[in-house]
């Protein structure tokens, strides 16, 4: 076939029979709107052949050796890849049309056209029609796509075209409104072997949650809504959406400090800091408090500010100090970064800066211990 479909087109014009072609190819005849083939009116004429990706066995190796043939008829007339995008756009939204066993097949063909960057991921994103998708056709498809894809190739590639597609954080569109579940998500990935795909769900999930919530706290602490407002929010963001304490300090400094216009004078960029940290402080506490994960989240995206930002550049140990009194950083977690957590970003300026700190926090640690001692 790919012999003979080279041959032929340095006679047939395939810049204006591509689409009719792709139809015979994949279908056996040319398609109607709906995904019915076009009969002719003369009935001894033929209107289909089973030359076509629907009449092919249904195993793997013979869809994928019929694939093939779109793939070098491709590379041999270039200008047919933009056609045969447009195709597959409109072929996904004929699905419904089709038998179910050609679906499988135009599913596994599909994966093979994705692992060779044949078809681009984003034709993916045509499955989402209303009428696909409430009749669990749509995620049907999807998922002999995506076990077919992962074992012709791997589920690093198929994660970073779903990226590029734009539907990483789209997948549980694909599922019937009624069945829009996490539990159900789950069970349905796992009892196809995708657990990656699970865990992959789950934390583009994880991500579009603390996006939002950096939005929310950016627009509540613009309005001036007061620390105890921002703190409820959270909580509540916190207990339905299953985020910790460590996630949500770092959210909470980037939206109070990136709420004020800072001086770029250095002498007074710190009392400007003060002045509003002091303000936020109880807020950390609420979330840092006995908690040393989180104050070394907060503890390591403060130093990066501070190296991001250089007008704070002088002013990270006394940012660190004011915490410290507010009952929002722990003697432990400092002398805990200090030692061996801090991050290599103005690493060697940081620990200087900071070198008399933490020798106050050693001595006053040791003097704890010494009177422990005695009192025994």
């Known amino acids: 076939i790919s012999k003979f479909l080279d041959q032929a087109g340095g006679k047939l014009d395939y810049r204006r029979y591509g689409e009719t072609l792709f139809d015979i190819l994949i279908a056996g005849g040319i398609l109607a709107p709906g995904g019915s083939l076009v009969q002719d009116a003369d009935a001894n004429k033929p209107v289909s052949t089973k030359i076509c990706l629907f009449h092919q066995n249904e195993d793997t190796d013979s869809i994928r050796s019929f694939a093939q043939v779109f793939v070098k008829l491709m590379r041999r007339y270039k200008y047919l890849e933009k056609m045969f995008e447009e195709e597959m756009k409109k072929i996904l939204v004929f699905l419904k049309g089709f038998e179910d066993a050609q679906r499988?097949?135009?599913?596994?063909?599909?994966?093979?056209?994705?692992?060779?960057?044949?078809?681009?991921?984003?034709?993916?994103?045509?499955?989402?029609?209303?009428?696909?998708?409430?009749?669990?056709?749509?995620?049907?498809?999807?998922?002999?796509?995506?076990?077919?894809?992962?074992?012709?190739?791997?589920?690093?590639?198929?994660?970073?075209?779903?990226?590029?597609?734009?539907?990483?954080?789209?997948?549980?569109?694909?599922?019937?409104?009624?069945?829009?579940?996490?539990?159900?998500?789950?069970s349905v990935f796992e009892e196809k072997g995708l657990l990656e795909i699970v865990a992959f769900h789950n934390l583009q999930a994880h991500t579009e949650t603390k996006k939002l919530m950096q939005k929310e706290l950016d627009r509540m602490i613009k309005d001036e809504e007061a620390p105890k407002q921002?703190?409820?929010?959270?909580?509540?963001?916190?207990?339905?959406?299953?985020?910790?304490?460590?996630?949500?300090?770092?959210?909470?400094?980037?939206?109070?400090?990136?709420?004020?216009?800072?001086?770029?004078?250095?002498?007074?960029?710190?009392?400007?800091?003060?002045?509003?940290?002091?303000?936020?402080?109880?807020?950390?506490?609420?979330?840092?408090?006995?908690?040393?994960?989180?104050?070394?989240?907060?503890?390591?995206?403060?130093?990066?500010?501070?190296?991001?930002?250089?007008?704070?550049?002088k002013t990270f140990h006394k940012i660190v100090l004011l915490l410290y009194k507010t009952d929002v950083l722990s003697e432990n977690v400092i002398l805990h970064w200090y030692r061996e957590a801090h991050s290599p970003k103005g690493k060697s300026v940081f620990l200087e800066q900071t070198k008399r700190l933490v020798e106050w926090l050693q001595n006053a640690e040791e003097e704890s211990e010494d009177e422990e001692d005695d009192d025994e």
Request: net charge neutral.
């Open 104 to 186: 499988h097949r135009l599913a596994k063909a599909t994966a093979f056209w994705l692992a060779s960057s044949t078809l681009p991921p984003t034709c993916l994103i045509n499955l989402l029609q209303e009428h696909l998708v409430k009749d669990g056709i749509a995620l049907e498809f999807l998922l002999e796509v995506v076990c077919t894809w992962k074992q012709e190739k791997d589920i690093t590639s198929l994660k970073n075209a779903l990226k590029k597609a734009g539907i990483d954080n789209r997948l549980m569109e694909f599922f019937p409104p009624n069945k829009r579940s996490t539990d159900y998500f789950k």
């Open 230 to 313: 921002l703190t409820t929010y959270i909580k509540d963001t916190m207990g339905k959406c299953n985020l910790e304490d460590k996630d949500v300090v770092t959210i909470l400094w980037n939206a109070v400090m990136g709420s004020v216009e800072w001086n770029k004078k250095e002498e007074l960029v710190a009392e400007q800091a003060f002045k509003h940290l002091k303000h936020y402080a109880p807020m950390f506490a609420d979330f840092t408090g006995n908690n040393a994960k989180a104050e070394l989240a907060l503890l390591i995206k403060i130093q990066e500010y501070c190296y991001d930002n250089m007008s704070f550049m």
